[in-house]
């Protein structure tokens, strides 16, 4: 069974910093890229960072140089950690696993609230 779980939301003041966590079981973590998404309201999902199964990085516009996403292949884990915080990063904040080889399978948690505010 694929499980996605994330954690480490919550609510933080503007300039604070918060590490997400997507615990994940029932697939082979180490073939898959992961992908962390996020949703405010009345906006569509957008991809706000991406790590790929040989552990290069990508990052939205918005985000770049404040947050970090990372994996630990022996934890199955992979994380987001966000500094310097904005009200604007407000959002549900998804995990998304993805693999590119036969069979092309994609799988997501469940979300994380993340809400900046004074």
């Known amino acids: 069974q694929v499980q996605l779980v994330e954690s480490g939301g919550g609510l933080v003041q503007p300039g604070g910093s918060l590490r997400l966590s997507c615990t994940t079981s029932g697939f082979v973590f180490s073939c898959y890229a992961f992908g962390w998404y996020r949703q405010a309201p009345g906006k569509q999902r957008e991809l706000v960072a991406a790590?790929?199964?040989?552990?290069?990085?990508n990052y939205a516009g918005p985000v770049k140089g404040r947050f970090t996403i990372s994996r630990d292949n022996a934890k199955n884990t992979v994380y987001l950690q966000m500094n310097s915080l904005k009200p604007e990063d407000t959002a549900v904040y998804y995990c998304?696993?993805?693999?590119?080889?036969?069979?092309?399978?994609?799988?997501w948690g469940q979300g994380t609230q993340v809400t900046v505010s004074s």
């Open positions: 790590i790929t199964s040989g552990g290069s990085t």
């Open positions: 998304n696993a993805e693999f590119y080889g036969a069979g092309r399978r994609s799988y």
